[in-house]
């Protein structure tokens, strides 16, 4: 089920997370950004997209996580792109002949058996700096950072008010650090914020990868308890955040963030230094 956020951008939402895949209206054909996770979701959104008489002309992922790269055969085969960054690390995991043992573990096991692996992170990677995904529709700039994942890009559609968030600034899930082989993952986590914070000022809609889109207030509304829940990671203190209280949407997410404080803690344990 295809739903439209602003002229020319529709969303379809995952059952895995609230996720959103995002179809932007070109000239020629469609760009399809995070495309979905379940292989019947990708199947659905392919035949939709046909229906409209819509092909698939370019796709994007935001980040090298396997929920970010997955591809369907029937949405075809359009150049897919990702940042220098995370194309490089896609390339890293898929030169293991082991590959798919290796992300199996990162699968929650009541999906595995519906997530199609064999055309995952087929993208290439924009040389670095890139301002703007090559493709023939309205101009959708590439805000590069490190938070959460290596070169994870934001998207901001301009033209649409758009901003396509990936996986920051979700009303579900609490900011998700990449504490592999990150020098100071909560530094990184703010930068992004502050980066987002100052590209954002004209959108109109947030779609986050997770989690509900938003109008123009919820970019702040979002924006201010990430800031506050790395702040509380940072200073150690206990976050009063919804996402990990009583009331979370998701009962995994206050084991995900006793687990984010563990590893934190191991690393200053290890450095010698907060954070
Ligand atoms: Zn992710």
New binding site residues.
């Given amino acids: 089920m295809l739903r439209q956020v602003a002229e020319g951008v529709l969303i379809r939402e995952s059952e895995f997370c609230q996720s959103n895949a995002v179809v932007v209206q070109g000239r020629a054909g469609v760009l399809l950004i995070d495309p979905g996770v379940l292989g019947y979701e990708m199947a659905a959104l392919a035949n939709d997209l046909r229906e409209l008489g819509q092909p698939v002309v370019a796709g994007f992922s935001t980040?090298p996580?396997w929920?970010?790269l997955l591809w369907h055969a029937q949405l075809g085969a359009a150049a897919r792109y990702g940042t220098a960054r995370c194309a490089a690390t896609v390339g890293a995991l898929l030169s293991d002949a082991n590959w798919k043992e290796r992300i199996a573990p990162f699968i929650p096991p009541d999906i595995v058996e519906q997530v199609p692996l064999d055309l995952l992170g087929l993208i290439t990677g924009l040389p670095a700096e890139t301002a703007q995904i090559p493709w023939d529709g309205p101009q959708v700039r590439i805000i590069e950072h490190q938070a959460?994942?290596p070169g994870?890009a934001a998207l901001l559609i301009e033209e649409r008010g758009v901003l396509v968030a990936?996986?920051m600034l979700s009303d579900v899930l609490i900011p998700?650090l990449d504490l592999n082989d990150t020098a100071d993952p909560i530094e990184d986590y703010l930068a992004a914020l502050r980066l987002l914070e100052g590209a954002t000022g004209d959108v109109d809609v947030l779609v986050p990868?997770p989690g509900s889109t938003g109008g123009a207030d919820q970019v702040h509304a979002r924006i201010d308890p990430d800031r506050a829940y790395m702040h509380a990671l940072r200073d150690a203190h206990v976050p009063s955040d919804p996402r990990v209280g009583p009331s979370a949407t998701y009962g995994w997410v206050p084991g995900v963030h006793a687990r984010q404080l563990q590893r934190l803690a191991r690393r200053s344990e290890r450095d010698g230094t907060p954070g």
Wanted: net charge negative; glycine share 18%; aromatic share 0%.
């Fill in positions: 980040h996580h929920d970010h959460h994942a994870h990936g996986d998700l990868g």
